[in-house]
């Protein structure tokens, strides 16, 4: 069993930072991309910024220069430092892991998802 447990999300004024945290636990052999998804209301599911286990990070352009994703392998976190928010940011925040875990003994690589937390941006 693998858990995913986001945090840090909330109400937050234009022009404000938040940090979400990420933790995972569990079965867990190791961990290799780990990311930031979001999702506002009637549009699709959308990659915020992703961390690969050796530290290479991606970013969707509306987010570069004001979101830093960062990760502790030694927790097994990922961290979204979001600045300078805007309301267009306003949508859940999800969490996405790609870990390596034991499924009936075996080896197995899955995909994870967290419940999801709201950030809310107001202008």
């Known amino acids: 069993q693998v858990q995913v447990v986001e945090s840090g999300g909330g109400l937050v004024q234009a022009g404000g930072s938040l940090r979400l945290s990420c933790a995972t636990s569990g079965r867990i052999l190791s961990i290799n991309t780990m990311g930031w998804y979001r999702q506002a209301p009637g549009k699709q599911r959308e990659l915020v910024a992703q961390?690969?286990?050796?530290?290479?990070?991606n970013y969707a352009d509306s987010v570069k220069g004001r979101f830093t994703i960062s990760r502790d392998n030694t927790k097994n976190t990922v961290y979204l430092q979001m600045n300078s928010l805007k309301p267009e940011d306003t949508a859940v925040y999800y969490c996405?892991?790609?870990?390596?875990?034991?499924?009936?003994?075996?080896?197995?690589?899955?995909?994870?998802w967290g419940q999801g937390t709201q950030v809310t941006v107001s202008s």
């Open positions: 996405n892991a790609v870990i390596r875990t034991l499924r009936d003994y075996y080896p197995t690589t899955y995909e994870y």
């Open positions: 961390i690969t286990s050796g530290g290479t990070t």
